[in-house]
């Protein structure tokens, strides 16, 4: 045990190196579940979704909460299901590698990752850990109380078995579990930590089956897909776009997305995000050749276009994170009206993101949005979309002068 913990020390402080080489530590795709244990032990089981960005970088440094007990701690790499080594270290190493913020007499997970991470790809991880913290967690008269500031964008928290929701703070889906049990799970659009209070009692009584209805829910936060438009010069109604995602399913070998009717797709292209490599692509159009490769889709008619996207099957307990780009022509949602941007599309997933083109300045946005500048001066909208309907979005910009 002594030789591997030496081993571990070893490996965080070659991963410090690395990615003070690289620049601070950057991260993506944060998703926690809380799974609350028995209330006298206030305790809770922390598992943590995260990926590691930072070019290069061959450590990834998750912080312990101060207050919190930590225990039974175990990293995998969500690419293979496979564990990975790590080590808790000092702030002061944290800081060396890059980690903002990270101060002596802190203390860190330092996971020794699978392979350096891919330039514009990442090393996705499972950090699962339980924690004692009776501030955060605690009874209250015959109920309990989860009292929790909750900086990460996307959350669920999990009552004990036998216990029913009576309040929640921070507009939440409420959902029941294969086992039983209730999930109350959010996302945070603010720029700023949630005060989120759970409050339960026990006396859930119902039987152990989980209904049907419940069995038709998705939980809007685990979801990981991400849409990025980047808008072309309007007269030529067209935008390339990025669109990531996980495949999870044992099997899968082939990703297919199917063209929205009234635009044209080019330029295909797809990158495996957690090795960097790209990805052979193929038209096809009909319906038996969709079919054929992705059964479940709607709509279908002789005319419909889709591109597929071919990888390695999927193995059980792995998963991939692929990116797919296009280009796309939509003369009916994209284009220009007068001499003012138009841009009319509606947003199907959680995680949407368009940017202007250079040399426009936004005007008008229909839906609220999270505005920042790019590094090259053009306009970036992030659309987050918490509920489970589409956003209808309109967007306006015109030339700066």
Request: glycine content about 8%; charged content about 20%.
């Amino acid at each position: 045990m002594h030789g591997q913990l030496l081993s571990l020390v070893v490996s965080a402080a070659l991963g410090s190196s690395a990615a003070c080489a690289a620049g601070l530590q950057t991260e993506a795709g944060a998703y926690t579940r809380y799974e609350l244990l028995a209330p006298a032990s206030h305790s809770f089981r922390i598992r943590y979704w995260i990926t590691a960005t930072t070019p290069g970088a061959t450590t990834y440094f998750n912080p312990v909460r101060p207050g919190s007990i930590a225990r039974d701690e175990h990293v995998t790499d969500a690419a293979t299901g496979k564990p990975l080594a790590f080590a808790e270290v000092d702030g002061s190493v944290a800081a060396e590698a890059g980690v903002e913020g990270a101060k002596p007499g802190n203390r860190f997970i330092a996971v020794s990752l699978a392979h350096p991470v891919p330039a514009g790809g990442g090393a996705r991880l499972v950090i699962d850990k339980t924690y004692e913290d009776a501030a955060s967690y605690r009874t209250d008269g015959g109920g309990i109380i989860f009292d929790r500031s909750l900086g990460i964008t996307r959350n669920a928290v999990i009552l004990p078995p036998g216990y029913r929701l009576t309040a929640v703070n921070v507009p939440s889906q409420v959902l029941e579990q294969a086992d039983g049990r209730v999930a109350v799970s959010f996302w945070n659009t603010s720029p700023v930590a949630a005060p989120l209070v759970v409050r339960a009692v026990p006396g859930l009584i119902r039987s152990m089956t989980t209904s049907a209805v419940a069995k038709l829910l998705s939980e809007r936060a685990a979801q990981a897909r991400e849409i990025v438009y980047y808008l072309n010069s309007p007269d030529t109604h067209s935008f390339a776009l990025t669109h990531d995602y996980t495949e999870t399913t044992p099997g899968v070998a082939a990703y297919v997305n199917i063209v929205r009717a009234g635009s044209t797709a080019s330029n295909p292209s797809a990158t495996d995000l957690d090795t960097g490599a790209l990805l052979p692509a193929e038209a096809i159009r009909g319906t038996a050749a969709i079919r054929a490769l992705e059964p479940h889709a709607d709509g279908l008619t002789d005319t419909t276009d889709a591109i597929v996207f071919r990888f390695a099957p999927v193995a059980d307990g792995a998963s991939r994170r692929l990116r797919i780009a296009e280009t796309y022509t939509d003369a009916d949602r994209y284009g220009l009206q007068g001499d003012e941007l138009v841009w009319h599309r509606s947003f199907g997933r959680p995680m949407n993101a368009v940017v202007l083109p250079p040399g426009w300045t936004l005007t008008n946005s229909s839906v609220p949005a999270i505005v920042t500048t790019l590094p090259d001066g053009r306009t970036r909208l992030d659309f987050i979309n918490p509920r489970t309907d589409e956003v209808d979005t309109i967007i306006t910009a015109r030339r700066v002068n």
